[in-house]
């Protein structure tokens, strides 16, 4: 029987991107509900239940997929012997800020990093002499750029940039700050600023995302086969990654796809619709990348929650899961095309309650969404409050669910 502390967890997962916005590693945020806020206190508490939900009953593989994760610890439990049963291969131990920085703390960090761990330190600005003795030892410096100007984040940069850490750009919330840490030598990002309109209007959508918005708008308004397929034999390119996509996860048994053709007949409309949001998110992905782009595996992961959300309130209401699917899916499209949320809804016609929750976060596929989004950075008050809104849907399933969608997301990137 599970722990009766984990029924009442969050699980957040935040990306951290390389320079070229490609997904290299995420955080993992594990915050206790309503009926544990006494014990989150208890840094102890709250990151030894990420370690022991992540890596042995959620499973790393589906948190994390390829990718690194980074677990906050504090300072009892870096001392903890708990820590050396993490898988070196797959985490970077991150020391909270708050530590008091000890002689014994100091030997334990080296002892870690000498039997193979990464370090890094969280939440730095500007204090280098409090915490110099774990400078000397740690591989990454998370440096929050929210609380610094420009000439304090310069100084500390460049002092940093002489102890020969890796340096992490952490609450990084729009492009601006972004290009000024790519310009002082950043190597690692973390924030949603990737989930935001960087231009507002004016931009001219690329011929791929035009040709798939105009296919999603031929499928929404059901029209012929051979006038789709005549669309996709204008755009081979988009044929081929579509066939790529849906024959990673999506056909089951019915065996490999190889033709535009028997993929609309066996997929059908409503599951081509969805792979054509998903290869939408899969173009924004850089050429021969290692990782796929941060806002493909958030699309997806917010798409299918949705998805399951919907399925666990009406199992047998088929329509409502596809439009949950498509309101967390294209929650995000105004992010990839730059455009404002509403111009996009006018040229594409989604079913009114979808452009509800898109537009206003209205009815219940909108508290749906919200919560989707409280759950991403593992907000306590935010999440309960959204799952107030969501009648018949028990918090202590949710984790579930979002392990699941997570994991479906890890496929789609793999794919992409």
């Known amino acids: 029987m599970a722990d009766p502390a984990a ?25 206790a509900g309503h009926a544990n806020r006494a014990h989150i206190e208890d840094d102890v508490f709250a990151t030894a239940t990420v370690i022991n939900h992540a890596f042995s009953e959620l499973g790393v593989e589906a948190v994390l997929g390829k990718h690194i994760g980074f677990i906050n610890l504090s300072a009892p439990l870096l001392m903890s012997d708990v820590i050396e049963l993490l898988p070196k291969n ?11 920085v000890t002689d014994g703390l100091t030997k334990r960090c080296k002892t870690l990093k000498a039997m193979g761990f990464t370090l890094a330190l969280d939440d730095f600005t500007d204090q280098v002499d409090q915490f ?13 750029v929210q609380h610094m100007d420009e000439a304090k984040l310069l100084r500390t940069t460049r002092r940093l940039q002489e102890l020969k850490v890796r340096l992490l750009a952490e609450k990084v ?7 000024r840490c790519l310009a002082l030598g950043y190597e690692l990002f973390q924030g949603y600023y990737f989930a935001r309109p960087s231009v507002i209007s004016g931009k001219r959508l690329s011929h791929a995302e035009t040709a798939l918005m105009r296919l999603l708008s031929l499928v929404l308004t059901d029209a012929d086969t051979s006038e789709i397929e005549s669309l996709f034999k204008q755009n081979p390119d988009l044929s081929v990654n579509l066939m790529k996509l849906v024959n990673s996860v999506a056909v089951g048994g019915t065996g490999k796809i190889h033709s535009l053709s028997r993929a609309i007949t066996v997929l059908g409309r409503k599951q081509l619709q969805r792979w054509l949001q998903v290869l939408l998110f899969a173009l924004g992905s850089a050429p021969n990348a290692e990782f796929p782009s941060p806002l493909l595996i958030l699309a997806a992961t917010r798409g299918k929650l949705m998805e399951l959300i919907a399925e666990s309130l009406r199992r047998s209401d088929k329509d409502f899961q596809d439009y949950a699917f498509m309101a967390g899916i294209l929650s995000l499209v105004n992010a990839l095309l730059g455009m404002p949320m509403n111009d996009i809804l006018t040229s594409m016609p989604v079913e009114a309650s979808v452009k509800g929750a898109l537009l206003e976060r ?10 989707v989004e409280a759950l991403e950075e593992a907000q306590v008050e935010s999440v309960e409050a959204a799952i107030e809104r969501v009648p018949g849907l028990d918090h202590t399933h949710v984790m579930d669910l979002q392990v699941e969608a997570m994991r479906w997301a890890n ?3 793999e794919a992409a």
């Open 173 to 179: 919330d729009t492009r601006e700050q972004v290009d």
């Open 90 to 100: 797959k985490v970077v131990l991150e020391i909270l800020e708050t530590v008091r």
């Open 7 to 31: 029924q009442d967890l969050f699980l957040g997962r935040q990306p951290i991107l390389d320079r070229n916005q490609n997904l290299a590693a995420f955080e993992l945020l594990f915050r």
């Open 132 to 144: 110099r003795p774990l400078l000397d030892i740690v591989d990454i410096v998370k440096v929050d």
């Open 362 to 371: 209205s009815g219940l596929l909108g508290a749906m969404l919200l919560l």
């Open 411 to 413: 496929s789609i990137g």
